[in-house]
């Protein structure tokens, strides 16, 4: 489970059900005589056998990343049957929007980074990065021009780092780093 998640989950005799309410969490299914079963926006996934990534976090779309084995998803959501390996699907309010996307392995890789205390971006926003390094760490990054938090961003960057990714940041757009109070990083130009 990654930070900032909350999940409830509950073991019944048949099966295990996990409810995913907030957060990114990473989910083993071992498959066997109790089904697993994942409710998340009102949806639920049934998994045997397998392991995938439930993303639902505030303002974006909710995904299911599916690392291995396979994920259904209620039948009237995909037609073309269950998410496979190295697939991705964003999920929208209604259960009918549903954007299935295969992965690449370096896709693969980037979508579970944060299993081992990176974040990785490519394409994202300033802005975007930021509020991801705000989900790990107390300090907050600003940026405080507006063209500047529209810039795109690609690197591999230490989730639990955010004074080292501003000054990544600030050099390779040649801004500063100015620290404040309370842990607060502006990148300014």
Do not use: C
Not at 23 to 45: K, N, Q
Not at 156 to 171: I, K, Q, T
Request: glycine share 8%.
């Amino acid at each position: 489970m990654n930070t900032d998640s909350r999940v409830d989950v509950y073991e019944e005799t048949d099966h295990v059900r996990v409810k995913v309410r907030r957060g990114e969490v990473l989910v083993e299914a071992v498959g066997g005589e109790r089904p697993l079963t994942v409710e998340i926006d009102g949806r639920h996934l049934e998994a045997g056998a397998a392991t995938f990534v439930v993303r639902k976090l505030q303002g974006t779309r909710t995904q299911v990343v599916v690392q291995n084995g396979t994920v259904n998803l209620p039948a009237r959501s995909v037609g073309q049957g269950p998410l496979l390996a190295n697939t991705r699907a964003s999920l929208g309010r209604a259960v009918a929007d549903v954007d299935v996307a295969t992965l690449s392995a370096e896709q693969m890789q980037r979508e579970l980074a944060w299993r081992e205390g990176k974040l990785a971006f490519r394409g994202e926003t300033l802005a975007d990065a930021a509020a991801e390094f705000a989900r790990y760490n107390d300090a907050s990054i600003e940026i405080a021009d507006p063209q500047l938090a529209k810039a795109p961003i690609t690197g591999l960057f230490a989730a639990n780092n955010p004074a080292g990714f501003s000054r990544a940041v600030a050099g390779v757009f040649g801004a500063r780093v100015r620290h404040e109070a309370r842990g607060k990083i502006v990148i300014e130009d």
